[in-house]
């Protein structure tokens, strides 16, 4: 039996950009505080939003960022890394998401290299009306889950889905997450 936690693909159907903020705050700090690593993946805005967030509720984050357990990439420059033709490639996914994964893992000072993960690339593709693409993503991070344990939270604007009818949609949405929190 293994010691690492098992893994978690949650998803986040926020009303407002506090709400989001707040609930990573908690992740962030709960795993910063217990010795695990912190990667996120957002647009800069809630990056921003995030670490002052964070500094507010007394995580030291320049420490962990020099400890090289909390790190920050945008989320258009990330997927621009991977996306051919529109869609997510799964090589090139392997490879870029493998890559940052295994450092921030590295750098965990928890015995089982805990990992906690945020991505908002998938929001920024059903944004942009990739939905397809946005669910392709959704099974690459969680064919990566099925072979690293790690906890990888996503989440969606609830307005995207509400003013456009598209129950079907965040049904799909949240079949391929393990966890789903409507807020």
């Known amino acids: 039996m293994s010691d690492r936690s098992p893994a978690v693909h949650s998803v986040h159907f926020y009303d407002d950009h506090a709400a989001l903020i707040l609930r990573l705050r908690g992740i962030s ?10 990667l996120v993946v957002a647009t800069r805005s809630h990056r921003d939003k995030l670490i002052k967030a964070l500094q507010e509720f ?3 984050v320049r420490a962990a960022a020099r ?12 997927l621009d890394l991977f996306m051919r033709d529109g869609r997510p490639d799964p090589d090139l996914f392997a490879n870029v998401i493998g890559a940052v994964l295994q450092e921030a893992r590295s ?32 099974e690459l991070w969680n064919h990566t889950l099925s072979n690293n344990a790690f906890h990888l939270h996503c989440a969606y ?7 456009n009818n598209d129950d079907s949609g ?8 393990s ?5």
């Open 29 to 38: 700090a709960s795993s910063l505080r217990s010795g695990g690593s912190v």
């Open 58 to 60: 007394d995580v030291n």
């Open 67 to 78: 400890e090289g357990r909390f790190t920050m990439l945008d989320a258009r420059e990330t």
């Open 107 to 138: 750098k965990a000072r928890t015995p089982d290299h805990e990992l906690t993960v945020f991505g908002e690339m998938v929001s920024v593709l059903w944004d942009e009306g990739k939905k397809s693409a946005a669910l392709e993503l959704e």
């Open 157 to 163: 604007p609830r307005w995207n889905f509400v003013d």
């Open 170 to 177: 965040m049904a799909t949405i949240c079949h391929a997450h």
């Open 179 to 183: 966890h789903v929190f409507v807020q």
